[in-house]
């Protein structure tokens, strides 16, 4: 039960830090909206939100993905391309739901299309930064593979 507590613990870790770094993205869109404001008419401050819950689901999502596809890589076996391609298939699960609200008819297509390839194009940068955030921490001891560590130890 404890291996599962911790898949679980390290899991919520990468949710919580993808959200912490796309409610940054949403806050740097907050500020340039500041400076250059809309000439429709002022939006409401909300894009830290609207980023920071997308990307604690795909944070769980590629957790779940990376369990199951680098279980017997150590960190110097993948290489950035490889955890780019498994945030990128996370963040296309992710897009499922914006994608069945486009076949519902509740979304055009279009804005289908854009939340889907925002969602993987972000969903691919995290993955990227949490493995060179993983390899920054796991420094000497680089002979571990990713299923001997917990999820958040992979962040």
Not at 138 to 155: C, H, I, K, N, V
Request: net charge positive.
């Amino acid at each position: 039960m404890k291996g599962w507590l911790r898949r679980v613990r390290g899991a919520v870790g990468m949710g919580l830090s993808w959200a912490v770094g796309w409610a940054l993205v949403g806050l740097g869109i907050e500020l340039i909206h500041n400076v250059w404001p809309n000439p429709v008419g002022a939006l409401v401050d909300i894009w830290p939100a609207v980023l920071a819950y997308p990307a604690f689901l795909g944070g769980l999502v590629f957790s779940t993905v990376l369990g199951i596809a680098g279980r017997r890589r150590s960190f110097g076996e993948l290489s950035l391309s490889r955890f780019a391609a498994w945030g990128a298939f996370g963040g296309l699960l992710l897009g499922l739901f914006p994608a069945a609200l486009v076949a519902m008819g509740t979304a055009t297509v279009a804005e289908g299309v854009a939340v889907v390839g925002a969602l993987t194009l972000l969903s691919a940068a995290s993955a990227s930064g949490s493995l060179a955030l993983a390899r920054m921490a796991e420094g000497e001891d680089s002979s571990r593979t990713a299923a001997e560590l917990p999820a958040g130890d992979r962040s």
